[in-house]
């Protein structure tokens, strides 16, 4: 049984499937629509989020199966301190498969354990998302065609935000591509994905303090939001929080072909004057990880159509 | 300085100068009721100086916990006063439940009944990770 922890238990060759499958459910979205009929989703989220949970259930819903599960913690057996395994076991009783976020880093690999069924990591703390990832991945793939030679940019909160953790991780796989890092020092990428993704890999990087640096020599501009909820001083993200906020006028260096990305919420790194520029992909990205949703869930679930 | 031969026990040679007490007090020696000697900055051709812990009586040894703390260690079993089995340790590839993990955002901080685990990344650096959040040993 195979569960998805981090972007890279995929390979390039099954990636590059998912993606074709994603383009595919979008060319034909009638041909999907009963692929998953008969089968329960349950969404397991011990965090909030708007985005990740509604984009599994829509994803679930148009295949035709069903969908059950929790957004909150306190609205779980957690609340009356039942621990993770046991909850995992008691949900993998009912459903087929589980997509779960949890503040904790590791939690899925503690809930593939017990579960019995396939595991989706929805994000887990600061460490990963891979299903993010797979958005961000179709979202270039349908602009570019290709991931490889392409120069990255990541910008913002590169310490916790886990989906530039995961994109690296994916993206270093490809021959050809550099990455720029713009961040505070307080908030620099972690050295030791750097250490065992790029460093060991001979892969180009470089760490820069300001988006006007970076602009002119980015394919893509991955933008972040400074998280709120990793901190545990309040007073250190009020002063970090709007460190690099994106505008037109800082794009006026940028390529013509540039690709804008962002995880979403955003709350200021993006100004909204930002978004009619035809390079700004966010809304899409949000579209895209519903489709790429759909094929993991059917290649998790070994549904084919 | 003369330490006699043991008849049926462990001898732990090779420790790097300086960590015999750290490993005596990791193996919990201290518990044991038969002889149990522990010689520092011994001459070593090998590593000019080392420790040595002699145990006088056979028992059952964690060789990842020593592996892990140092590596370098030969552990000799001795039978009827000669060496019936010499290991030569190395790191192993999981340690489990010796080391804790320090990252407060880590499942292993609130899942209880969980068993800290580490796996081994990269020996040239004897690198470790925790099996859940990939933080590093420390």
Redesign the interface.
Known sequence: MKNLMNITDLSKEEIQELLVTAEDIIANPQKYKHACSGKLLATLFFEPSTRTRLSFEAAMLRLGGEVLGFSEAASSSTAKGESLSDTIQTVGCYADIIAMRHPKEGAPVVAARRAGVPIINAGDGGHNHPTQTLTDLLTIWKCRHTFEGLTIGLCGDLKFGRTVHSLVAAMARYSGVKFVFIAPAELKFPRYIIEDELESRGIPYEEVSTMEEAMPKLDILYMTRVQKERFFNEADYIRLKDTYILTPDKLKSAKQDLIIMHPLPRVNEISVAVDDDPRALYFDQVKNGMFVRMALIMKLLEVKV | MIIGQIKDGIVLDHITAGRSMEIYNILKLDRLDCTVALIQNADSGKLTKKDIIKISTPMDLNLDVLGYVDPGITVNYIRDGKVAERRHLCLPERVVDIIKCK?P??????????VHEFKL?DPARRLY????????AK
């Not at chain 2, 955002?105 to 969980?114: D, F, G, H, V, Y």
């Not at chain 2, 990770?129 to 590093?136: L, P």
Request: proline share 0%; with cysteine; net charge positive.
């Open positions: 990252n955002r880590c499942i292993t901080s609130t899942e209880r009944s969980l990344v990770r925790c099996i859940y959040c990939e933080q590093q």
